[in-house]
């Protein structure tokens, strides 16, 4: 209902008056409008597009909002049969419609009907949403899968964000290194996907993959991608950190390889080998001696490795770390050695042979004018 004051209109509480002077409908303050459906509207106008509905709905939303009665008359809103109780129909429905054609997308993208899904595209739904069962998006479901590849590339062209993220805060491509499906995450690369996503804890790929073990091919391919090395929790374990924790020695290699810092530690001050010699990591120990781990740094205990070793009840890993030797430690010679011994190079000896080619040049020159021969320049 609505007052006159002053020569104007004035809307009561709850009434809100919308651009052009025209009422806006309160859906939360209409009786007969369930209060569930509102959280629903969000999703629902942003998928507008999918379909000849829209056509159908925002007239009638004009329609109903619009004021058409006169002072003192009843709000036709509240009146049974009325156009509020038929937009309310019809949002009702559209809201069912729409998440039936989204559930029906999942159970398409689960199957990999490939053919279905871009047909669903081409006709203008996005596939950036949540499924409300399990929280997850096309594009993460579909990168568990086996034989993903093609399904991948049909929601990227169809608009599908390489960096959406599930409920838990997950991408793609932490979900591919997840359940080590080397396809899904190649192809997520291939398509432009950054190695340095972080899910909502702020770790990267390459930290999960070090955490599920398993096959480290991802583990490689990630960093072969120039996947950051350092990312570390919210307890400062770093990569190398849980490498060491779950004995994953293939991939504290190829960390190692690609310049992870054997000196890094964590909120308790351990580094890699405290690590080891808590949890009785010897293969992971022996690698780590033999890479050059100081075995002398402390943590905020003032403890060493091999003393965290005797505490641990680790003997025999405290035998490793007290009778290694200096003497056998071989440098790895990764990444971050080729890329310094590239630097020297050129630095160092670019200059030496521009410098021998010119002195080359003038002995040839030298020559040829002794012999008579005229020079041309170039």
Not at 173 to 186: D, E, G, P, S, Y
Not at 211 to 231: R, W
Not at 233 to 243: L, S, T
Request: aromatic share 8%.
């Amino acid at each position: 209902m609505r007052g006159r004051e002053g020569g104007r209109m004035v809307h009561k509480a709850g009434e809100a008056a919308g651009p052009g002077g025209k009422q806006s409908l309160d859906l939360q303050r209409k009786p007969g409008v369930p209060a569930a459906l509102t959280p629903h509207l969000g999703p629902v106008w942003r998928q507008c597009g999918l379909g000849p509905l829209r056509d159908l709905v925002l007239p009638q939303i004009r329609r109903a909002t619009a004021p058409r009665w006169e002072e003192g008359a009843p709000d036709p809103h509240l009146q049974p049969g009325g156009q509020g109780e038929l937009l309310t129909g019809l949002l009702s429905s559209w809201v069912l419609w729409l998440q039936a054609n989204l559930k029906k997308f999942m159970d398409y993208v689960q199957t990999l009907n490939v053919e279905k899904v871009s047909r669903l595209l081409e006709k203008g739904l996005d596939p950036n949403f949540h499924d409300p069962d399990t929280g997850e998006c096309p594009l993460t479901m579909s990168a568990q899968l086996e034989f993903c590849a093609e399904m991948i590339k049909a929601l990227k062209n169809g608009g599908a964000h390489l960096d959406f993220r599930t409920r838990e805060g997950m991408t793609a491509l932490h979900k591919a290194v997840r359940c080590r499906n080397h396809t899904a995450l190649r192809t997520l690369l291939d398509l432009g996907a950054s190695t340095d996503y972080k899910d909502s804890r702020g770790l990267t790929p390459l930290y999960h993959s070090v955490m599920v073990g398993g096959d480290p091919y991802c583990c490689e391919l990630l960093l072969h991608d120039y996947a950051k090395v350092g990312c570390f929790d919210e307890n400062g374990w770093q990569e190398i950190h849980q490498a060491c924790r779950y004995g994953h020695v293939q991939h504290l290699e190829h960390l190692l390889f690609y310049g992870a810092d054997m000196k890094a530690q964590n909120a308790s001050g351990n580094t890699a080998l405290h690590v080891c010699a808590l949890y009785n990591q010897e293969s992971c120990a022996r690698v780590l001696l033999f890479r050059g781990a100081s075995k002398e740094i402390r943590n905020y205990n003032s403890q060493t490795a091999f003393q965290v070793a005797i505490i641990a009840g680790n003997f025999e890993l405290a035998e490793i770390i007290k009778t290694h030797k200096e003497s056998d430690v071989v440098q790895a010679q990764g990444l971050g050695f080729c890329q310094s011994v590239g630097w020297l190079a050129l630095v160092f000896f670019l200059p030496l042979a521009g410098a021998h080619a010119r002195r080359a040049g003038w002995e040839e020159t030298r020559r040829l004018h002794l012999e008579g021969t005229p020079v041309v320049s170039a």
